[in-house]
Each structure stands twice: as C-alpha cells, then as structure tokens.
C-alpha cells in the first residue's frame, strides 16, 4: 500500500525562486469524489498524465495510488471532471536533502502559492526556510480537492497567502 505523508504552507515571499531548479504545468481535475476518497486526474506539460487514487480523511497521511495514462485520456477525463479544474505551475525546490514542491497556481486561484514537502514520516520535522509562511496543512480550505469542489475564498488567495510573519 502507498502511503503519502505531505505537509502543505504558504509562502511568504517569492526568495525561493533563485533554487527552483525545474517547472511544469498541470492541470488537474477529479473524476470522482467522496467523503474520505478521490479519483484526480493531472496532465503534466500537455506531455504525461496521471490518475491518482487518494484514500483518507487525514490531510498528514492518506494512502495514495498512482497510474501513468494516455494524455488523450487524461484530456477527456479533464473536460469530464467535476468542480473546477486546478491550474498551477509546479516548481521543484531542493533543499536540505527534501525537496519541496511550490504552486503557483493560475486560473480560478490566480495570486495563491503553496508550498508541499513529501516526508517520510509523520514526526518528521524538516528545516523550514525563511520563504514559508504559515502551515496549512490540516486546513482543509487549501486541500485541491475541497477547492475544486467548494472554491476557496477570494480572501484567502492574497490576504493569507503572503503573510508577513
């Protein structure tokens, strides 16, 4: 069983872009969604494409299962998706031996950016750099599937996710 264990923040300043070492477009979408459940599908750089299966209600730990697809099929289940399609630039940033994946995201939440970290354990406690701001973690609000389903306040795209301290 896969197991994905992710912490989620914002970011505070844009600092972190001098280590970015790689980039992609996405484009996700959820074919289904249920209470402690998602079926996503990405498109990365209109070149590959993943369906993810994501089962849990923990927003720490959640088993997560991951297929490679046609893009032609991922196209489809794109247009086919419920909610709003999240769109976002990935960026890579390597650090302390971790890598943390920023988003920028554009359409519908334009102005937000997340950062994630991937670890290997839920005590993990990685060096945080100076660029993150608040932890969100365990806030539902930011999880994409709740802001493709639900939409995220327009407050929360430029009030909090930019804060000062």
Request: no cysteine; hydrophobic share 40%.
């Amino acid at each position: 069983m896969a197991k994905e264990i992710e912490r989620k923040f914002l970011v505070r300043s844009d600092a972190w872009r001098t280590e970015a070492t790689s980039s992609a477009d996405l484009i996700q979408a959820y074919v289904a969604v249920g209470e402690d459940r998602s079926v996503r599908v990405r498109l990365l750089d209109h070149k590959t494409a993943r369906l993810t299966v994501k089962i849990g209600r923990n927003l720490l730990a959640r088993d997560e299962y991951e297929y490679e697809i046609p893009v032609g099929d991922a196209e489809e289940l794109i247009r086919a998706g419920v909610g709003t399609a999240i769109e976002k630039v990935r960026y890579n940033v390597p650090r302390d031996g971790l890598v943390w994946e920023i988003d920028v995201f554009r359409g519908a939440y334009e102005g937000l950016v997340v950062a994630e970290l991937e670890l290997g354990s839920e005590d993990e406690t990685p060096p945080i750099p100076v660029w993150i701001g608040r932890e969100v973690t365990g806030d539902r609000r930011y999880s994409n599937m709740v802001m493709a389903m639900e939409g995220l306040p327009r407050e929360l795209l430029h009030g909090l996710s930019h804060p000062t301290v």
